[in-house]
């Protein structure tokens, strides 16, 4: 028999009673799109998106490392100075383009008006938060590549994994911390100045001051307790642990709160979304 309907047959999935889901699980064609759409929006631009924050991240590594060098700086935690910071600049240039690519979303929707593509597929709250965080993962992980490999070819420096586990599983969990960090600000913000407030006086210093350029057991316990208060300093030791083999905290400890940062962010993201707060004003 044919699967086709007969002429003048209506088909059935047109018939469904009104309110009743076509779509009854995932929509996984609306989120592929959505996520192609994120990521073929930074990669249109990849020079200023992905290449050119892999050669400011190169240059702070060349500018540190001949800073410190014989000043009594040739070793931290028994490796070499530049090898030390070498993780720690590979995931602070992946936080922080998580968050811009990610607060950058909705926020230019709300601007140009163009907000209406986001909140009218037929996409749950979920599949727009995934999708949105999927994107801004991809872009960290393209720029985090690219500092990776451009230190790989650079003389002098080893940055070859001791525990790929650790890198991939502390990459994944900042990245995704900083991308619902950078949806919550897309919502928020209400214009360029408010995205631009959040990354120059919370993302910045938080990442500068979470033992990048320095080992925290150095520091006087005042100052060492308030780096342990510090959500970026256990993504950066733990990613650290995973080209080295040391850290300054305890691995585990650092998995287990980037978890429930990761878990309250994204619930207070889906909340919002699924609210529609500062979006369908």
């Known amino acids: 028999m044919s699967s086709q309907p007969e002429f003048g047959q209506i088909p059935s999935a047109i018939t469904n009673a009104p309110g009743v889901p076509v779509i009854r699980n995932v929509n996984w064609g609306g989120l592929r799109t959505l996520y192609v759409k994120e990521v073929r929006r930074f990669f249109k631009v990849q020079l200023q998106t ?3 924050p892999a050669v400011t991240t190169l240059l702070y590594l060349i500018i540190f490392t001949l800073a410190f060098s014989g000043r009594g700086r040739g070793a931290v935690m028994g490796v070499p100075f530049a090898e030390f910071i070498a993780p720690g600049l590979i995931v602070m240039g992946m936080l922080n383009n998580a968050f811009q690519n990610a607060s950058f979303s909705l926020l230019v929707g709300k601007i140009q008006g163009t907000i209406v593509d986001y909140l009218q597929p037929p996409l749950s709250t979920g599949e727009l938060l995934v999708g949105l965080t999927g994107g801004a993962v991809t872009r960290a992980y393209c720029v985090g590549g690219a500092v990776w490999l451009a230190m790989l070819l650079w ?3 080893h940055v070859t994994p001791h525990h790929l586990w650790a890198v991939l599983w502390f990459g994944t969990l900042g990245a995704i911390f900083l991308a619902f960090i950078g949806v ?3 919502i928020w913000a209400e214009k360029f100045d408010h995205a631009a407030a959040v990354t120059n006086f919370v993302i910045a210093p938080l990442t500068l001051l979470s033992g990048t350029f320095y080992s925290v057991d150095r520091l006087a316990p005042a100052f060492r ?8 300093f256990y993504i950066i030791s733990g990613f650290r642990y995973g080209f080295l083999g040391v850290a300054d905290s305890p691995i585990a400890l650092g998995s287990v709160v980037v978890i429930v940062m990761d878990v309250a962010l994204g619930t207070v993201c889906y909340m919002a979304l699924s609210k529609g707060w500062k979006l369908k004003s």
Do not use: R
């Open 155 to 157: 003389p002098g420096i």
């Open 50 to 52: 992905v290449w050119a």
């Open 184 to 186: 919550l600000t897309s």
């Open 225 to 232: 307790t308030i780096s342990h208060l510090n959500p970026f």
